[in-house]
C-alpha cells in the first residue's frame, strides 16, 4: 500500500508554490512512497517499551550567555542571494493572484 | 476581494442573536540583548540585514544554541500569569514556505509549550473581574520583515516581489495564548482591549520587553466567532492579526462580530482564514487562507536539546517575581488615597510608575502626583508623546519638590527648573545655578528692591497707609518683577507692608 498518495504530493507542491506537472507528481509519488517505507521500516523494530527518540544524547539545559556576538555585515549577508534590493533580500512575489 | 463594502450587522442585534467566542494569541518578543538561538543583537531601526549571522540566515553547518536569559523571562512570564512550569519540554520545528524565516522553518514549540494552564484576572472598566484562562506561554523565534513591492500600498497581495530584511529573524519571542473566551456577551471588544492591556502592564512590570505595541514588540492576534444564543458549539473563526494598538483591538473585534454576523444571517457561512485588520477603515480584509496544523509537520527539533527546568530555580523565580500591577494599583489607592477615577486617569496618563518611583526618590505622594498629572501631562501633550519619553527623571522630579519644600524655590520658579532639565540643561540644581534661580530670601537685597518699589510708587503707599492694604499687591508685583520672579511673594508682602507702616 501507498504511505503517499498523489493528491497528498500535490499539495504540498502547493503549499511550497512549487509548479509540478502532472507527469511529476507521478514520479514524485512514486519516489516518496519508497523513501517513506524506508524510514518506516525502523517502526518494525521499536516495541512498545520504547519511547521515541529525538535526541541521541542525554543532555538538557544547553544554553547561552546573553551576549552579542559579532555577526556578519550586510554585504557578506547579501552576499550568495541571487537578487538584493536597497540592503534587502530580493524573492519572487509570495502569493499567488487568487491567495 | 470584498473590503469597504462587507456587510455589517448593527451591534446590538449581532448581540440579540448571537453569543461571541474570543480567542486572544499576544506575541511578545523579549528585550533580551540578543537572539533566541544566536548571538546577533536585537535593537530596533538597525539597518536592513546588519545584525544577522549564519544561524540567524539558516546558512549551511550553522547550529542553533538557547538564550538562557530567553528561557528565564519565559518561566518568570509563564509564572506570572499562574501557569504550571513544566519539567521537561523540547522545541519544534514549524515547517513553511514563506521567506520571512530563512530557513524554511520557524524553531517554536508544539505539543510540549513550557508553560501551561494559567489563569489571569482582569478588571474592566467598572471595576469588575474578569478571568481569562491561560491555555499556554511557548518559546519561539519572531520572523523577519517582508516589504512587498509593487501592486497596491505594499500589500502582499498583488506584489510583483518581495524584499527581505532578516534583522528580526530569530529575534526572541514567546506567545501567550487564551483558552476560548466565553460569557463576555457585549463586552466581548472590551475583554479583548483590557486583557492586552493588562497583559502589557505585568510584562512591563517583570521588565521582559519594551512592549511597544507601535513598534511591534507586543503583538495581538483576535480570533473571534460567533454562535448562535443557545449553541453550545463554537462557530468557524477568523484569526485577525495586524492589530497593534489597544484600541485597534477592540474595533477588530467589533468589527468581526459584526462582520460574522452578517454573513451567518444572510445564511452564508464563515470561511476558517487570516485576516488583516486596516487602521484607517477599522475593517478588515481577507488574508492567506491558513494552513493546517498538519501542513506545519512539526516534529522535535533535533538540533536543540531539550529544556527543563529546574524546580527550585523555579520556585526561586516564582519568589522573586514583581507585586501584580493589579494588587500594586490597589496598595497605590489606599496608601495616596484616590478616588477610582484619579487611580484611573494616572494609569491611563502612564504616570503610576513615574509616581511611585518619584515618591520613592523623596517627594510626598501629593506633589508627586500634582507634577506628572498636570504640568509634565500638558508638556507630554503639547510634544505629542507619552509621558515616560519626557526627559526628565521621577528622581529629578523629586529634587525639584524637595527645593520647593526647602524655601530654595517657589512654584513659579520650580516650572522654570523644570523647564530646564525638559530643555537638557542639565539636573535641576545645575539648572538652578546656571540660570540663576534660587529663591532671593537674604531680606536687605529685598528690602532695597521694595523701598525701590516704594518710591516709584508714592501714590501707592499713600493708599496703603490710608488702610487700602489691598493695593500692596501692585508694590507687591513691582518687587517681584524686579527680582525676575525670584523673591518669596509673601514674604516681600510682609515685608511691602512693614515699609509702609513706618
Sequence with gaps: MN?????????????????????????????????????????????DDIPPTSHAVPLTNVFRADE??????????????????????????????DE | MTTATDA??????????????????????????????????????????????PTCLGLPGSLPVVNGVAVESAVRIGLALNCTIVDWCRFARKNYFYPDIPK???????????????????ELEDGATFRVRIERAHMEEDTGKSLHVGGST??????????????????????????????????????????????????????????RMDQGSLRCDANVSLMPKGATEFGTRTETKNVNSLRSVERAVRHEMQRQAAVLAAGGTVVQETRHFDENTGFTRPGRVKETAED?????????????????????????????????????QTDWDLSD??????????????????????????????????????????????????????????????????????????????????????????????????????????????????AAQPDVVEKVRGGKVAAAGAIVGAVMKATGGKADAKRVRELVLERCAQ
Design chain 2, 8 to 53: 455589517l450587522m448593527p451591534y446590538d442585534e449581532v448581540l440579540e442573536r448571537f453569543d461571541p467566542v474570543l480567542g486572544l494569541e499576544v506575541h511578545v518578543e523579549l528585550g533580551t540583548a540578543t537572539k533566541m538561538f544566536c548571538g546577533c543583537p536585537t535593537a530596533f531601526g538597525a539597518p536592513p540585514n546588519t545584525q544577522v549571522c
Design chain 2, 296 to 332: 506545519y509537520r512539526y516534529f522535535p527539533e533535533p538540533d536543540l536539546v531539550p529544556v527543563a527546568p529546574d524546580t527550585e530555580w523555579v520556585i526561586g523565580l516564582r519568589k522573586a517575581l514583581p507585586e501584580p500591577p493589579a494588587e500594586r494599583r490597589r496598595r497605590v
Design chain 2, 341 to 454: 477615577l484619579e487611580l484611573r486617569d494616572m494609569v491611563n496618563a502612564g504616570a503610576l510608575d513615574l509616581i511611585t518611583a518619584t515618591v520613592d526618590a523623596g517627594a510626598p505622594a501629593a506633589q508627586a502626583r500634582s507634577w506628572w498629572m498636570s504640568y509634565l501631562s500638558q508638556e507630554a501633550n503639547t510634544r505629542g508623546i507619552e509621558l515616560a519619553e519626557l526627559p526628565i527623571t521621577p528622581v529629578e522630579v523629586a529634587r525639584v519638590v524637595a527645593l520647593v519644600a526647602e524655601g530654595g524655590l517657589t512654584n513659579n520658579l520650580a516650572r522654570q527648573v523644570v523647564d530646564g532639565v525638559l530643555a537638557g540643561e542639565g539636573t535641576p540644581d545645575e539648572v538652578v545655578e546656571s540660570r540663576g534661580l534660587a529663591v532671593v530670601s537674604d531680606d536687605s537685597s529685598l528690602v532695597a528692591a521694595v523701598d525701590e518699589a516704594l
Design chain 1, 68 to 97: 552579542v556576538r559579532p555577526g556578519l555585515t550586510q554585504q557578506q549577508a547579501l552576499s550568495g542571494a541571487p537578487a538584493t534590493e536597497d540592503g534587502r533580500f530580493k524573492v519572487p512575489q509570495i502569493l499567488g493572484g
Design chain 1, 3 to 47: 504511505t503517499i498518495s498523489r493528491d497528498e504530493v500535490a499539495h504540498l507542491a502547493r503549499l511550497a508554490r512549487l509548479a509540478v506537472t502532472e507527469d511529476e507528481l507521478d514520479t514524485f509519488a512514486a519516489q516518496l512512497d519508497v523513501i517513506l517505507a524506508s524510514v518506516a521500516r525502523v517502526g518494525e523494530v521499536a516495541a
Design chain 2, 104 to 122: 524554511n522553518f520557524q524553531i517554536s514549540q508544539y505539543d510540549e509549550p513550557i508553560a501551561v494552564d494559567g489563569r489571569f484576572d482582569i
Design chain 2, 154 to 211: 505594499g500589500r502582499i497581495h498583488g506584489a510583483e516581489y518581495s524584499l527581505l530584511d532578516y534583522n528580526r529573524a530569530g529575534v526572541p519571542l514567546i506567545e501567550i495564548v487564551t483558552k476560548p473566551i466565553t460569557g463576555t456577551g457585549a463586552r466581548a471588544p472590551e475583554v479583548a482591549r483590557v486583557y492586552v492591556a493588562a497583559l502589557r502592564d505585568v510584562l512591563r512590570g517583570l521588565g521582559v520587553s519594551d512592549v
